[in-house]
């Protein structure tokens, strides 16, 4: 397995726990106006950082679109890594595809 940067996504928290829904109902606009959906699992455990304490985020991310030019990744699995500082919004997630080098 090897994973491949994909995107960089920012978002803001509705309140320390519950993220806002990325982009609107139906979806996060891409730069050439595709709708793309992206739903987020994984963890944020928070952690010291410097006289803060901010959330270390380990998540996977699963994308679905309609649209041709994104459909490839309905049946891609993502890893994401962030940082959520509820100081300083917006949080910062780098989103990888996860390869399966077994194929």
């Given at each position: 397995?090897?994973l491949?940067?994909?995107c960089?996504?920012?978002?803001?928290y509705?309140?320390a726990?519950?993220p806002?829904?990325?982009?609107?109902?139906?979806?996060?606009s891409?730069?050439?106006?595709?709708?793309?959906?992206?739903?987020?699992?994984?963890r944020?455990?928070?952690?010291?950082?410097?006289?803060?304490?901010?959330?270390?985020?380990?998540?996977?991310?699963?994308?679905?679109?309609?649209?041709?030019?994104?459909?490839w990744?309905?049946?891609?699995?993502?890893?994401?890594?962030?940082?959520?500082?509820?100081?300083?919004?917006?949080?910062?997630?780098?989103?990888?595809?996860?390869?399966?080098d077994?194929?």
């Open positions: 397995m090897h491949d940067k994909l960089s996504l920012e978002f803001r509705l309140d726990h519950f806002k829904p990325y982009g609107d109902e139906s979806g996060i891409t730069t050439d106006g595709a709708k793309v959906l992206v739903s987020f699992t994984g944020t455990v928070f952690v010291p950082r410097g006289n803060e304490t901010v959330g270390r985020q380990l998540l996977m991310a699963l994308f679905e679109s309609d649209d041709e030019r994104y459909a990744l309905n049946s891609e699995v993502c890893i994401a890594e962030g940082i959520h500082d509820p100081q300083n919004p917006p949080s910062h997630t780098e989103v990888y595809l996860c390869t399966n077994l194929m």
